[in-house]
Structure formats: C-alpha cells, structure tokens
C-alpha cells in the first residue's frame, strides 16, 4: 500500500521569506509525486509532479520541489513567499501501476503567509 | 480555455431527499473522479470512470453512485443524504493511458453540499 505523510498542519511564515512545505511518502516501486493547492471554496490546482529525471522539479507560480529517494521525500520550496501564497496545499503519490492514475494524498499543510 | 465544470457550486438539499451533482469536461480525457472532501482534509476518492468502466471504492457507501453519459458528463447522485455527507465535493479528469499513474489530475472547483 501506498502512503504520503505531511508532518505539518501548518506553517506560517513572513511574506519575502523562504516556504518550505515537507512531505514524505512510502510506495512499492518507483513513485510519481505530485503537489496541489487549494483555495478556500476552489478544487485543487496542479503545481507540478516529479516521473523521472532531474530531482529538481520546478513548477506553477515561482514554487518547486526536491525529490530524495534516499529520504522518501518530496519537500515543496519557495524561495520568496507571498501573501497570495497562502492556501492549502497537498501532496500526492502514484505509481506505475495505478488504476486510472489513482492518487493517495497526504492529509494537507495549510500555509498562511503573513505580510 | 479547456476545463472541468461543476454544477451547482452550492447545493443545499434536506434530510433524505434525493440529490444529483453534475461535472462536465472539455479537456476530452478518459478518466473522471468523485472525490468526498470534508474540512479542509484530504480528498477522499469515492469512485472514478476509466472510459466506460465504473471503479468503486471499497468503502464508498451503497448510498452514493455514478453515472457517465458520456465522455464529457459524469454525475454523482446521492440517495438518500445525511447529515453527514454534508461535504465538498470534488470532479476531477485525467488522461488514462496503461500504466498511466504519471498523468495529473485536473479538478473542478467543487460543488458544497449542505444537508438540512
């Protein structure tokens, strides 16, 4: 079975600084990870996913997340947070085998950036 | 722009009394979700269509279903609400291909339930 882990109910942080939002996972076999966000009364909004390649992944709106297989994480990164950054975010893992890109989410950090 | 729509995006319904929430999709993909999200938790997946393939969760109550028309409109219909399907509900489409567990998911803005 697979599972994802976010650590973190929320994080606060100044507008300016760096945001930095963890997640951990746990598949069998080799793992595609996604990242969402969430505004208030929205659906979720892609941000990016990591398949393979370069363990950097940069996506939608300034963010981007490492992926260490080492660690079984998938940290999303922000060098300079923005007030509008400030939402829901979560993230997900697939595998290759996935029934109609079945998606496990990790249970969500809400982010709340302060000016 | 291609997108996913639901309908409506507030629904408020009695104890009991059958309700029915509609998604449609302009994105043309293969594979459409229901997910249950309550409080700013995770999504919960009831159910997905991969083509004309229904997929139910095993711990999707009896009281909720799916149909899908078509490929561009998928409806979830609940029974007999309770107070505690009282929820956000979320459509989401994908891109299904074998193996396809790479494909993101695109969502709709979500239709709140509200069960009096």
């Known amino acids: 079975a697979q599972s994802v882990a976010q650590p973190e109910d929320q994080v606060n942080v100044a507008e300016g600084n760096p945001l930095t939002v963890k997640c951990t996972y746990s598949?069998?076999?080799?793992?595609?990870l996604f990242w969402y966000v969430q505004y208030p009364n929205r659906g979720l909004q892609f941000l990016l996913k990591y398949i393979t390649g370069d363990n950097l992944v940069k996506g939608s709106y300034g963010f981007e997340a490492e992926f260490n297989k080492s660690q079984t994480s998938f940290h999303l990164k922000k060098p300079s947070a923005l007030v509008s950054d400030s939402a829901l975010y979560f993230c997900?893992?697939?595998?290759?085998?996935?029934?109609?890109?079945?998606?496990?989410f990790g249970g969500g950090t809400r982010v709340l950036v302060k000016p | 722009d291609a997108m996913v729509i639901q309908n409506p995006r507030y629904q408020v319904t009695q104890f009991g009394k059958p309700v029915t929430l509609s998604c449609s999709q302009t994105l043309n993909h293969n594979v459409m979700y229901w997910y249950q999200q309550k409080s700013s938790q995770a999504p919960k997946l009831l159910f997905h269509?991969?083509?004309?393939?229904?997929?139910n969760e095993a711990d999707t109550p009896d009281n909720f279903q799916s149909r899908r028309p078509n490929t561009s409109f998928c409806f979830l219909d609940i029974r007999s609400p309770g107070l505690g399907d009282a929820a956000m509900y979320l459509c989401a489409t994908s891109r299904g291909v074998v193996a396809g567990g790479r494909n993101e998911q695109f969502f709709g803005p979500g239709t709140r339930l509200t069960v009096l």
């Open positions: 269509y991969y083509d004309k393939d229904f997929n």
């Open positions: 598949v069998s076999g080799n793992p595609y």
């Open positions: 997900a893992v697939s595998t290759l085998r996935a029934a109609g890109n079945k998606l496990t």
